[in-house]
């Protein structure tokens, strides 16, 4: 993963200055931010106080934007209640913005809010800036997205044309679902951050927006955002992936589509299928990429059907396996029902991790015994005790009662980590996956209660000497009795020489 969050990084270093990330009609529609404060069906603005008017004549006609800036600045200290003031601001702004001036051009637009709460100009503004400054701060990307969604439930101003308003709600409003998917990615919420990038993406009115930054960076965060569901959603990731990987630049691209290569394998290649799955580009993959490639293809077509993979085998097929693949014991239990049909969302889990069965077995093991081949009876025997224990969790009652006949009442050794202990009993993590989840799979309750002081310990690693009695399915839980510590071994006494010293 750190591979796909550096290339996100790379990216978006490719906006080397502060404004040049913006989309291009929206720099457009902003590079005149507030030069029109009031527009011409509201009236100009009428100052009577003529040392007030030569003020502000004298602000507004500076040249270049540093020095207009300070005039501005200036007049609006001297006259904070100037029915200029909302003109001024505006123009003070994108004083601020011709200079690069982030943290100025921000103050400028918060100021402009104030004193006039719908102006879209200064709300885009706050809004990108924040967003794009906050590096993981997440105080700045909770107020991009407070001001995202002011601004996208903010009215028109009455002094604004509807053209006017049009063209900037149209800017403007991809950089709001921007910055409020960027907000929900930082919290984690990927549904909410899935709904803004694709609110982002559909607002775009032209597709070849989203083939340059930001839209084609948030393309590339939506298809993470699928991958980061439970369960993961890999049919969107890897059409979202592969389509930022078209229009991203070397060595971006290369980065990007070998993340999609990947997921496609995941939701594609069956386990099984090796030629698939060491391919460097599967089949049907090159299809996907042509789609992507379409800039009108913003979003899958109906043509973006990749087929996915069987589904896998499901514990108890698994567990079933394991005692149709001993020799002798093919067709001791009849094979579990097939697998329900998988949405090909994710891999599956390794065997070595066994799913919680759907219902629990008694606790105590079933009281018949299964009749079963000698040689098979032997082989069963020699399976490794965490293949038996995935059985008992996860197998069909007929395979847990196969392998349960063949360690039923037997004594053996068995070595694990404490999870807690009583006098009489301890509670043993024994597979490497109950050792790792600190879980107990193994209750050994001792032939002879512990003196207080010699009760293990938590985190001690032990070998008992016990006599399985029980389990129970779900939780996953081996009884056994009789406990007891192995007798020391007893190494033999090393007989040293005796040298003999001759006196003379």
């Excluded at 993340?259 to 089949?283: I, L, M, R």
């Excluded at 514990?315 to 001791?332: D, F, K, M, Q, R």
């Excluded at 004594?411 to 999870?419: H, I």
């Excluded at 301890?426 to 600190?438: I, M």
Aim: proline share 9%; charged share 15%; net charge negative.
């Amino acid at each position: 993963m750190k591979k796909l969050v550096s290339a996100s990084v790379m990216l978006m270093s490719v906006c080397s200055g502060m404004f040049l990330c913006l989309p291009a009609n929206a720099q457009q529609s902003f590079s005149n931010a507030g030069q029109s404060g009031q527009p011409a069906n509201c009236g100009a603005v009428t100052i009577k106080d003529p040392v007030e008017y030569n003020a502000y004549n004298n602000a507004i006609t500076q040249s270049p934007a540093a020095a207009k800036a300070q005039a501005i600045e200036a007049f609006l200290k001297q006259y904070p209640n100037s029915v200029a003031k909302t003109d001024l601001l505006g123009q003070l702004m994108a004083a601020y913005q011709q200079q690069n001036d982030a943290a100025k051009t921000l103050d400028a637009a918060k100021r402009l809010i104030e004193a006039d709460p719908n102006n879209l100009r200064a709300m885009t503004f706050v809004v990108y800036l924040d967003h794009t400054q906050a590096n993981g701060n997440q105080q700045m990307l909770d107020e991009a997205a407070t001001y995202a969604q002011k601004g996208l439930n903010a009215s028109k101003d009455p002094c604004m044309s509807q053209s006017d308003y049009d063209q900037v709600k149209d800017a403007a409003t991809p950089i709001f679902y921007s910055a409020i998917g960027a907000d929900d990615q930082a919290k984690k919420d990927y549904k909410g951050e899935i709904d803004a990038y694709t609110k982002e993406l559909q607002a775009y009115k032209n597709p070849q927006q989203t083939t340059v930054i930001p839209g084609l960076l948030d393309t590339y965060y939506l298809g993470q955002a699928y991958l980061q569901e439970d369960p993961k959603d890999l049919k969107n990731a890897v059409w979202f992936l592969t389509r930022a990987a078209q229009f991203a630049k070397p060595p971006y691209q290369a980065q990007i589509e070998t993340a999609a290569v990947y997921w496609y394998k995941k939701y594609h290649c069956a386990q099984n299928d090796a030629t698939c799955v060491n391919s460097a580009t599967p089949e049907g993959f090159s299809d996907i990429q042509q789609l992507a490639s379409s800039q009108a293809n913003v979003f899958p077509p109906a043509s973006y059907n990749p087929s996915p993979a069987p589904p896998p085998p499901s514990p108890a097929e698994l567990a079933h396996t394991a005692i149709s693949s001993t020799t002798g014991c093919s067709s001791v239990t009849p094979a579990p029902p097939p697998a329900p049909a998988a949405n090909g969302a994710a891999g599956a889990a390794p065997a070595s991790t066994p799913a919680p069965a759907a219902a629990a077995a008694p606790a105590a093991a079933p009281g018949a015994t299964p009749t079963i081949p000698p040689d098979c009876s032997t082989n069963l025997k020699n399976l490794a005790l965490s293949d038996k224990e995935f059985i008992l969790s996860n197998g069909d009652p007929a395979d847990q009662q196969v392998v349960w006949s063949v360690m039923n009442g037997v004594t053996a050794q068995v070595p694990g980590v404490v999870v807690s202990a009583t006098a009489d009993a301890v509670q043993l993590a024994v597979t490497q996956d109950a050792q790792q989840s600190n879980k107990a799979d193994f209750t050994i309750n001792m032939k002879t209660p512990f003196k207080e002081a010699d009760i293990p310990t938590a985190g001690a690693k032990v070998t008992y000497i016990a006599t399985f009695a029980s389990y129970t399915q779900n939780p996953p839980m081996i009884v056994m009795n009789d406990g007891e510590a192995p007798a020391p071994e007893h190494k033999p006494v090393a007989h040293h020489p005796v040298h003999h010293t001759t006196h003379r």
